[in-house]
């Protein structure tokens, strides 16, 4: 395998400095988890700064911390504590941190301002040197967050043109927000530097996606990636999971028992209610307390029967908005506890303090609910840290704002920014039956217990090795002279070849597939074309022999049905198998598929003879891009075994033999001499057709995206309109 070189702002390994001496201590984040195994590769290598200003060092210092760190393939970025200040608590922290998150910005003065900005700029070229003096000829790069969004494009202008690859572990915000930053294009233009950009979930794809057809930094494709000249970049998402058999095999451990039985013991004859999180302002820690209070007011039955243990680890508390908020929590925990509590119930255990892996498993194994309430949050894996430690006795509450809510949808998911929403999940949640709880967190468990964070990495490096595709000829929209030398040919011509498709080309498509049928203005305009006899038209679609018989046995016209599995030449009756077919394979990827069809709110099968569609058009996308990455995930060893081909078209995911295509079944008419050929398709399938074609035909795709077709048309109504252009026009 490649070498990989992983970059971050932290390394897995920090360095401190008491009494002169030097102390390493292991980072415990989900990224070092899950990146574990390609730091023990000795033919890797991970860049960072080591935690520790470089001020606070001698030169022998800053040797043994490279000697050090280099036994473990660790290279560190030495900064200075003005260096810290302006590029990690000022532009980082102070601006892309609260922007990022839909947090209001604070004033700041513009020289300051740009100081951070320069200083930004100036680190992250200091990184890009760092990993050039690094790289190896086929080098994978791998790039973390928002601390280096400049590096991926200061690579590549660089000249090392390696797979870059970067991921965002914060949310990206939407065009309107990011745009309030003067930078934002170059930002923006830096994440492009990458050959492949990650983000937890669809949204924050769909926000960058938009934000660079905002900023006219790239061109927009229909399939996620973007162009820029002669490459493309793509975009995807990858959830980032946890370690799931960690959490899970906690509470068995010795000291975890311990310790929660001690917990037990504090918290006796009470719900526990639990959260564990960074003191952030992003976490809206205050808003969790003040539904809370206002839970206990409204509720004074759960007075004495419930507590709220709230673990806020410190952090930047170099920066002053963070020890505000810190004393306030303290202050508001005291007055609750003040107000509601008696000597003997206090009802907040606030522990602003950073707690052991242990504690935290501890607590979550005994919670009867996780109070997961974040304005904004990339992914939150406290949430699923929960999921996985508690066995069977608690409730999740999660904000819809946390990226983590796309995935865990049986919790009880919450507006934020409204206190009866939290209020009213914490009464569902202390009252919910026990039979309910468990079906929910049994479910949640099933879906993080795949989603791991060694899958996370896996699944991105290995996405990141995959050849990139080069950007296909450039299509023209067929308008004016284009149009005119299509139609001009077309008259000219003694012998010519129509090769349609029907979904999408034809016809537009509708949420439900099975009210597609032609309508009698097409069928004539087809009729019209097939009475003139230098016409041969073919209908090449994906429906089945049945539909198109109903729908055009009574036109002279070819049919191919099932995407190039079976055909009926016109005014025959018979259909004819294009080549003999093994479809055995299909009582065994049945029932795989009715299962996601029925967890997927308006998805359907489709079975055909030779091929078995998954239709979403109509289904909740979150569900349907869900159950999509399981269905293929599950399926790949059958695929495999049978040899078959998974084909993702326009809201479909189609099941056949690879051998079946358009382009072969089309080669029966492409063999007689023609001398004018149209083929017009919407999807995946007409690729392979466009590209069987001769060099002068005349190849249309419908819609947006790259295509081997050589001309362009927006729509099917455009479809219609040229047809009946070429059809009824009269020409010398």
Known sequence: ?????????????????????????????????????YAEDPANRWVGWPGIASDELTSEDREAIIVELKQHNFYPIFLRSKEISAFYSGYSNSLLWPLFHNLPLKNIDQRRRQNWWQTYKRINQRFGETVESLAEDKSQIWIHDYQLLLLPNLLRSSGLHRNIGFFLHIPFPAPKTIQRLPEAKQLI??????????????????????????????????????????????IAQFPMGIDYEKYAAASKSKTVKKIAKAYKKNYAGCKVIVS?????????????????????????????????????????????????????????????????????????????????????????????VAFIAPLRDGMNLSAKEFVASNHGRGVLILSETAGAAQELQDALIVNPRKQDSLVNALELALSMRKRE??????????????????????????????????????????????????????????????????????????????????????????GDLAADPANEIVIVSGRS??????????????????????????????????KPINTDWKSLLLPALQQYAEATPGARIEIKPHSIVWHYRAADPYFAAKNLVIIKRALKPLLKTYRLEMLQGNKILEIKNPQVSKAHAAQAWLNKPHDFILAIGDDTTDESLFTALPPDSFSVKVGHGHSAARFRLNSSQEVIALLEEIAYSQRD
Do not use: C
């Open 545 to 578: 022999d049945e539909e198109l018989d109903n729908w055009f046995s009574g036109l002279p016209i070819n049919l191919i049905s099932e995407h190039g599995a079976s055909f009926r030449n016109a005014n025959r009756k018979t259909w004819k198998l294009v």
């Open 437 to 526: 709880l468990r079906s929910r967190l049994k479910r949640m468990q099933k879906d993080i217990a795949m989603n791991t964070v060694h899958h996370w990495a896996k699944t991105f490096v290995e996405a990141l090795q995959q050849p990139f595709p080069a950007p296909r000829r450039m299509m023209h929209l067929l308008r004016g002279q284009q149009q005119e030398h299509l139609i001009k040919s077309y008259h000219q011509a003694k012998k010519r070849l129509l090769l349609l498709d029907y979904d999408g080309s034809l016809v537009p498509f509708t949420m439900n597939y099975e009210q597609a049928s032609p309508p009698q203005s097409l069928l004539h305009l087809l």
């Open 1 to 37: 395998m490649a070498q990989v070189i992983i970059i971050s702002n932290r390394l897995p390994i920090s360095v401190s400095k008491e009494n002169d001496q030097l102390i390493f201590s292991p980072s415990i984040g989900g990224v070092a988890t899950g990146l574990a195994s």
């Open 276 to 368: 564990v999180d960074r003191l952030d302002p992003t976490k809206n820690l205050e808003g969790r307390l003040h539904a809370y209070e206002e839970f206990l007011h409204d509720n004074p039955q759960f007075r004495n029967k419930v507590i709220f243990v709230m673990v806020a680890a410190p952090s930047r508390t170099d920066l002053s908005v963070y020890a505000h908020l810190a004393r306030r929590l303290e202050a508001l925990a005291k007055s609750i506890n003040q107000h509601y509590g008696s000597a003997s119930w206090q009802p907040i255990d606030y522990i602003p303090e950073i707690q052991p892996f242990e504690n935290v498993a501890a607590l979550f194994s005994i919670a009867d």
């Open 189 to 234: 233009n830096g994440m492009l530097g990458a050959d492949l950009v990650g983000f937890h979930t669809a949204d924050y794809v769909h926000n960058f996606l938009e934000s660079v057809k905002a900023t006219r930094a790239g061109e927009v494709n229909d399939n996620h990636s973007i162009r820029l000249g002669d490459r493309i970049v793509r």
